[in-house]
């Protein structure tokens, strides 16, 4: 049982090294420091196992609350372990099966509709999207993948090909291991398709730096013959030639939201409500025109 009061709240990251998970950490950090709140932060790199570890960790250090980005939404005992002890939890960006916590998260669902109507108003129909989630078999449309993040993004952009009686190519997703080689080589691989997608989807900076870096060897123009949106907006987004449409969150608002719902669960038995959903928005750039044919 957490007993006593730390002065501290634990953030626990899948990757500490996402430049967005940054930008929510200086949101988190500025409520700590209004509040004279220490804050601790660990990461997992995607790993249940540290993720346990890392949990056991900050419960050893009696942190007063934990903000996590949780690795997988159906492995959930050491989020339930904390649960149990009495630590309040927020929930970042992905809901886990079974704990009802606040959790702060953006529309991807109705980004994933918006990105999915612009393309096909502009004639693709072979969409491809590589996320590094891993996920055994090939996804199908209405798949529970292990993040509700992925989950609500593909369910979303790919009905929209489904309607109408219409077939999403569901065939082009893809979920290679998170390291550089396994990347390339997904995107390669969509590439050398026999009916090669038309535009592809990066559900995160690190899978755009790795895509362009694949399209750019094989001479391919963006977005002359492959279109390209990412999911999130670094600073060099912007500055590449041509700079990339991109799909935005108030990233620092929601570090700032998990924070303040953080610290306002402590010593308080009330159950806080769900949490408004904050918005995701398609920022249109020059990565993106009409299919080729």
């Known amino acids: 049982m957490n007993t006593g009061r730390s002065e501290s709240i634990g953030v626990i990251s899948r990757n500490a090294s996402n430049p967005g998970f940054a930008v929510a950490l200086d949101g988190i950090m500025a409520v700590g420091a209004g509040a004279g709140i220490s804050v601790i932060v660990a990461g997992t790199e995607y790993d249940i196992d540290l993720e346990r570890a890392a949990i056991e960790h900050l419960l ?10 949780p690795s997988h939404r159906a492995v959930t005992e050491p989020l339930h372990s904390a649960y149990d002890a009495g630590v309040p939890i927020v929930l970042w960006e992905r ?22 109507r612009h393309l096909r108003s502009l004639g693709h129909r072979r969409v491809g999207y590589i996320s590094t989630f891993p996920h055994a078999v090939p996804y199908r449309l209405g798949d529970e993948v292990g993040s509700t993040e992925i989950s609500d993004r ?14 999403p190519s569901t065939d082009l ?20 398709e026999d009916d090669p997608p038309t535009a592809l989807i990066a559900s995160d900076a690190q899978i755009g730096l790795e895509t362009l870096t ?15 949106i990412m999911f999130e ?20 608002d929601m570090g700032r939201m998990a924070a303040e719902v953080a610290l306002a669960s402590i010593g308080t038995e009330t159950r806080l409500q769900r949490l408004p959903v ?7 750039r020059d990565s993106v025109g009409p299919a080729r044919h």
């Open 60 to 69: 050893s250090r009696r942190v007063d609350a934990l903000v996590v980005s």
């Open 95 to 116: 809901r886990v099966d079974g704990l009802d916590v606040p959790v702060v998260q953006s529309d991807m669902s109705g980004a994933g509709r918006v990105v999915g």
């Open 154 to 167: 593909l369910q979303s952009i790919y009905s929209v090909f489904a309607q109408g009686g219409g077939r």
């Open 173 to 192: 997703v893809r979920f290679p291991a998170r390291t550089s080689a396994a990347i390339q080589q997904a995107v390669v691989e969509l590439l050398d």
């Open 214 to 228: 694949v399209l750019r060897s094989r001479g391919v123009s963006i977005p002359d013959e492959l279109s390209l």
């Open 233 to 252: 907006d670094p600073p060099w987004a912007s500055l590449v030639s041509p700079p990339l449409t991109v799909v935005v969150q108030p990233t620092y």
């Open 278 to 284: 904050f918005p995701a928005d398609l920022v249109l």
